[in-house]
């Protein structure tokens, strides 16, 4: 059984900076890509960023030139760096790990509120 642990997340005012981590345990060798997700109230979940082992990474473009997503692979460890935050970024964020880039995941987090206030 595959865990994902999230931390970070809270509350920032636009323009701001937030920092998630997740920490994966369990056998996740077949699972290459760890990344996050964000789902907001009345919308449906959505990939934020993405990155596999070999540093391959994958942005929505909403998150593009403000998101960057990295990974300690030593620590099955998968962060997610949020500057210029956006009221809309408001969201519960997911740590998600899947087999593939396109692979829909196949474990989640617990998920960590991220508001940002304008």
């Known amino acids: 059984q595959v865990q994902l642990v999230e931390s970070g997340g809270g509350l920032a005012q636009a323009g701001g900076s937030l920092r998630l981590s997740c920490a994966a345990s369990?056998?996740?060798?077949?699972?290459?890509?760890m990344g996050w997700y964000r789902q907001a109230p009345g919308k449906q979940r959505e990939l934020v960023a993405t990155?596999?082992?070999?540093?391959?990474?994958k942005y929505a473009d909403s998150a593009k030139g403000r998101f960057t997503i990295s990974r300690d692979n030593a620590k099955n460890t998968v962060y997610l760096e949020m500057n210029n935050l956006k009221p809309e970024d408001t969201a519960v964020y997911y740590c998600?790990?899947?087999?593939?880039?396109?692979?829909?995941?196949?474990?989640w987090g617990q998920g960590t509120q991220v508001s940002v206030s304008s």
């Open positions: 990155m596999s082992r070999g540093n391959m990474r």
């Open positions: 998600a790990i899947s087999r593939t880039i396109v692979a829909a995941p196949a474990f």
């Open positions: 369990g056998n996740i060798l077949n699972l290459n890509f």
